[in-house]
């Protein structure tokens, strides 16, 4: 399968338009994780908006440690240090709410860059026709007197033809290509990508959740659907997805036991496993 046009520094740089974010930019051809390096760069005092970027990876990884398919030449793997805390969020908002922003962010840049629309899967994958063409790991590491490290992992499947993802993941796993009219240029989507995220962190660093939310929500594709929420310890429900609450849980109805009772209340979701379950 040929790849399409190469990452680059100077490719990226010639739109990147933020003030923070991938102004130190280092871009690998080949690493085992992004999210790994970025970790070890910011150990080693790496400024806040510090990117990697890699062509490939050998080990990439996703939520609980699952393989991430990381093939070279068509997709973005990148991870972004961020550094600080809010003064209007509490802490434990913050963080919460920095995985789903990021998950909004993307879906506006590849709105912007190539006209592709994307949904949202709570918490943060990004679905193209109900198959995952994107997710967000997010890891915080040293805790500093500035508040804590956060390094925002970023997966996403953008010039990778169908026929080239292992079988076992066509079902499931999609490329923005399909929706695309032609190649996507990849340097530009990461400029976008990173500007659209930095207006994001600013807006949850200086109005909290409120807009950012009503945002989410409205590409959310998770809400008012039925749903299997899977717990530690083999605990599972299923039931409605309602909202999302001020922390960015979300809320679900559990099924009442029976047509004439009483509906269940509502049970917040801050960490699962959430499936979609047919209409």
Known sequence: MASTAPLSIEAIRSTLATKALGQTLYLY?????????????????SAHGTVVVAERQTGGYGRHGRAWFSPSGFNIYCSIIVRGKSQTVPLAQWLSWVPLVTALAVTEATQ??????LALKWPNDLLLHDRKVGGILCESTLTTVDGPIVIIGIGLNVNIPALSFPEDLRPIAASLIEAAPRPIDRNRLIAQLLWELEQCL??????????????????????????????????QILGTAETLSADGALQVRPLAASPHAQPPALIEVHAADVIHLRE
Do not use: I, M, W
Request: one cysteine or more.
């Open 29 to 45: 051809q080949d690493l085992p994780s992004t999210n790994r390096e970025a970790s070890s760069l910011s150990h080693q005092g």
């Open 112 to 117: 912007q860059v190539a006209t592709v629309s």
């Open 202 to 235: 600013d807006e949850l660093q200086s109005h909290g959740s409120t807009r950012l939310r009503q945002a989410y929500v409205a590409r959310c594709t998770t809400l008012g659907r039925q749903v299997k929420v899977l717990f530690p310890h083999d605990r």
